[in-house]
């Protein structure tokens, strides 16, 4: 299980992309939609006009034209009391469509009290939800009587945040461990729209934090905060895409659920780390502890503690350390520390390195068998050290891809979720160890130049040629100054700008590169090669590679 994330991940590139079909522009697809309109028949207004000029205006007579009636205004209809409404038109694209209702009291609290320091929330995380209430008007994750059911759904996903390896003390308000009920009593007031509000804000807090820890956000920067060879980020998603992600979906706590890493790994080592964790809690029941010293002729609960411990453990090392089965020893009895029992903790003693063996159970006696008790396999904190390296993962690992299990040395080729070829691999020295990191596998080289590394050449290479040249003679090495071959003998290493020079083996049988090497442009100038060394293979360690 521990090698599970130390990995590198390589994503095989296609030689050429297919060709894309683009969808019509938004302006084509609008002009496409919008019929052209048809000429409607009328008079024709140039007629029109030519028709005035030839009526002349009327000679002035002096005698003032009566003026015209003046239109009635219609009177406002007044309906009937009980007569039906007239039916109110729908919206369309001429009409406007009716506002949002009001928001509740609830919504007008929240919004108001998101900047609260009281909740913590940063910035991104404040506009983000005030974006989702402010179109709303009701809550998300309460209502007038307590807990909504989708916000019962949520803080019972949040309480299981520790099957995902995620602390709930650090994602989760105490008080809301203790949150409103789904449903008060019939007749109660219910709460205060000030304390939903704060209810409300504390679980969307929650969901922010849980977000950023599943994503593996407790650790922002691994390879300054943990180690440099772990070139890897978390992938923390925006506030605002978490708050799209929760509250759009039909099951936001499975939406909730699944912002943890969905690889088929995470899930196996997520399985594992509840299973032991369950183990754990057993185990706590079956183990001595401290407590005082037993011996031969005592009564304690303890005595039974160790007899089932060493029968189902104790290898048989000699007569009666196995101290007999338990089942045939009298319930009543198992709590007496008898001289049979005596004689296998004495055995156990001996075969243990305690000293003296004289059968009394003491502090040292104590761990001993309690360590027989002890988990074989994986400890916690090592599952959950590789979990978190999962939430530094890419989501999409490639449908075709290169894995290298480092601690396991194994080389695996998979495509399309099945392992198509394995095999053994050298990795980086314990001092110089291979990172971890996941690249784009892009280039193949044949019978390669083995040019060396910067490092191997200050440490080694020329060190060698300032001394009897053994390390230079051993590989066959040559020096160039760019594309120009140059003598070695003839540079004096000591004041020469050794950085314009390359250091390479031409290829060959006993090139360090083998035949082929397969480069995926990094800045730890890894890659994956060949090897004249087979015999390396043979060992079960295999750490001798420069990096």
Not at 13 to 19: F, H, K, R, V, W
Not at 40 to 62: E, I, K, L, M
Not at 332 to 361: C, E, M, N, W
Not at 419 to 433: A, C, I, L, T, Y
Request: glycine letters at 6%; charged letters at 25%.
């Amino acid at each position: 299980m521990r090698a599970a994330a130390c990995m590198l991940l390589f994503t095989l590139c296609p030689l050429s992309a297919a060709a894309e079909t683009r969808p019509p522009t938004v302006s084509a697809a609008v002009a496409m939609a919008s019929p052209v309109a048809a000429p409607v028949a009328g008079p024709d207004p140039t007629a029109a006009r030519n028709a005035v000029s030839q009526y002349p205006d009327p000679p002035d007579t002096g005698t003032p034209e009566p003026e015209p009636p003046k239109p009635e205004v219609p009177k406002p209809d007044i309906p009937t009391p009980g007569a039906p409404k007239p039916d109110t038109p729908k919206p369309g694209l001429t009409e406007l469509a009716p506002e949002r209702a009001e928001p509740s009291p609830v919504i007008f609290t929240l919004v108001r009290r998101l900047g609260s320091k009281t909740f913590g929330l940063t910035a991104d995380e404040q506009t983000a939800a005030a974006a989702i209430y402010n179109q709303r008007a009701e809550p998300l994750w309460t209502n007038s009587k307590g807990l909504s059911p989708a916000g019962t759904a949520i803080v019972a996903e949040l309480r299981r945040a520790d099957d995902y390896g995620l602390p709930v003390k650090d994602i989760v308000a105490t008080d809301l461990l203790s949150a409103l009920p789904s449903q008060l009593a019939s007749g109660d007031a219910g709460p205060s729209p000030l304390m939903l509000a704060d209810t409300e804000i504390k679980i969307t807090a929650a969901i922010f934090e849980y977000a950023k820890s599943a994503r593996g956000g407790r650790i922002r920067e691994p390879s300054k905060q943990l180690a440099t060879l772990i070139d890897r980020a978390p992938q923390i998603l925006k506030p605002a895409d978490v708050m799209a992600r929760v509250t759009t979906a039909s099951d936001p706590a499975a939406a909730l659920r699944g912002l943890n890493p969905q690889h088929p790994e995470f899930e196996a080592l997520r399985r594992a780390y509840v299973d032991l964790r369950g183990k754990a809690q057993t185990a706590a029941a079956s183990r001595l502890g401290s407590g005082p010293s037993l011996r031969p002729g005592d009564r304690h609960p303890h005595v039974a503690i160790a007899r089932r411990i060493m029968a189902a453990r104790a290898p048989a090392t000699g007569p009666g350390v196995a101290a007999g089965p338990v089942a045939a020893i009298a319930p009543a009895d198992l709590d007496v520390y008898d001289p049979d029992f005596a004689t296998a903790v004495r055995a156990f003693q001996t075969s243990s390195g305690l000293i003296p063996a004289d059968g009394i159970i003491g502090r040292k006696t104590r761990a001993a068998i309690d360590g027989l008790a002890g988990e074989r396999g994986p400890s916690a904190r090592e599952l959950l050290v590789n979990m978190e390296q999962w939430r530094w993962m890419p989501d999409d690992l490639g449908a075709t891809r290169v894995e290298v299990n480092i601690p396991e040395f194994t080389i695996r080729l998979i495509k399309n979720g099945k392992v198509v070829f394995s095999e053994p691999v050298v990795v980086g020295e314990v001092d110089k160890q291979t990172p971890l990191f996941s690249d784009r596998l892009q280039t193949i080289v044949l019978r390669p130049d083995w040019i060396l590394p910067e490092s191997v050449k200050v440490r080694e290479a020329i060190p060698s040629l300032l001394g009897r040249g053994d390390f230079f003679k051993r590989y066959g090495l040559r020096v160039k100054r760019g594309q120009t071959s140059v003598d070695p003998r003839s540079v004096d290493w000591y004041s020469a700008n050794q950085r314009v020079y390359t250091f390479y083996q031409p290829p060959g049988q006993t090139n360090a590169l083998g035949k082929v090497k397969f480069l995926f442009p990094n800045k730890h100038a890894v890659y994956f090669h060949d090897t004249p060394g087979k015999s390396l293979f043979d060992k079960r360690e295999r750490t001798f590679s420069r990096g």
